[in-house]
């Protein structure tokens, strides 16, 4: 008998922002997204639902993430982050106006926080070639990014991605239900669930890894997240936090939860004895 386990992602949506990179010499995508989705938002009463900013640098770019940010913070924002612009596979992000590349690994570390605010619950969509490597800075001992992402997973026309992603966005607008929009969305879009990575790749860890350079790596980081949490730094602090993460890497129990809660941004989603019934099985079977 197959055991699995079973994971709901849940991500719900009030407002959307679109960050328009392109130049003005271009087809302007993300202004017809921003004034197709507001027409829409308008006739079923859902005024002021999409913002469109025109980012003409990485400091704009930041400015307007922070402000999302300290909105977030204020309990009532759940946002969608979508990015119009040009991407490269090795460069990351690029703003046509700065002619500046915002390396994907920087772009995740700006969105963090943002996620974090909203106990995660940010969907990032980049309407962006080679915009799928952004998953790529996902750590499965950091808090993670976003909820989710969307990319294409190929290059593919402008025109196409906007005929895919208005009847996506018009479902979140009508439902608030992100997820349930997915299945309006173009084959030629790839998806990247946060929570389905965690389990997959923490299943996986318990099944073929758990070596000792491994918990090493996961104490390290681990030891980061508690300092930066505190927000200072002594000998005092570090010997407490040591001490407190290597009681929960010597208990798998203890340390699935830790990793998970991190993760998560304090939340947990699959009970220990799902995960210890799952690895056990796939264990067994092999």
Not at 59 to 84: D, N, R, Y
Not at 111 to 124: E, H, L, Y
Not at 151 to 158: G, L
Not at 189 to 214: C, L, M, N, Q, V
Request: hydrophobic share 40%; proline share 3%; glycine share 4%.
């Amino acid at each position: 008998m197959a055991v699995e386990i079973t994971y709901t992602a849940i991500c719900r949506n009030n407002q959307l922002f679109i960050f328009d990179g392109l130049s003005e010499g271009e087809s302007q995508t993300g202004r017809r997204l921003h004034e197709d989705v507001t027409d829409f938002a308008n006739s079923i009463g859902r005024y002021n639902y999409c913002t469109r900013y025109v980012v003409k640098n990485r400091i704009t770019l930041v400015a307007h993430l922070k402000a999302i940010e300290s909105e977030c913070k204020a309990g009532v924002l759940l946002p969608a982050l979508h990015f119009e612009c040009h991407g490269d596979k090795t460069k990351g992000l690029w703003l046509a106006a700065s002619k500046e590349y915002i390396p994907w690994q920087e772009l995740a570390a700006l969105i963090a926080p943002v996620n974090a605010a909203t106990r995660n619950n940010v969907a990032v969509v980049l309407a962006t070639c080679e915009g799928f490597e952004l998953c790529e800075s996902v750590d499965i001992k950091s808090p993670c990014p976003f909820n989710f992402m969307i990319a294409p997973s190929e290059e593919i026309e402008a025109g196409a991605i906007q005929d895919s992603l208005l009847p996506f966005y018009k479902e979140v607008v009508s439902t608030g239900e992100l997820n349930k929009a997915l299945a309006h969305l173009d084959s030629r879009f790839k998806r990247f669930i946060a929570g389905e990575w965690f389990y997959t790749r923490i299943s996986s860890f318990y099944t073929h890894h758990y070596s000792a350079k491994d918990k090493q790596e996961i104490m390290s980081q681990m030891i980061d997240n508690e300092v930066a949490k505190a927000g200072y730094s002594n000998r005092q602090l570090i010997r407490s936090v040591r001490a407190k993460v290597k009681k929960f890497l010597s208990d798998p129990k203890e340390f699935y939860q830790a990793v998970e809660r991190v993760f998560f941004h304090g939340q947990t989603h699959v009970p220990y004895a799902d995960m210890k019934k799952f690895v056990e099985h796939h264990k067994s079977s092999k």
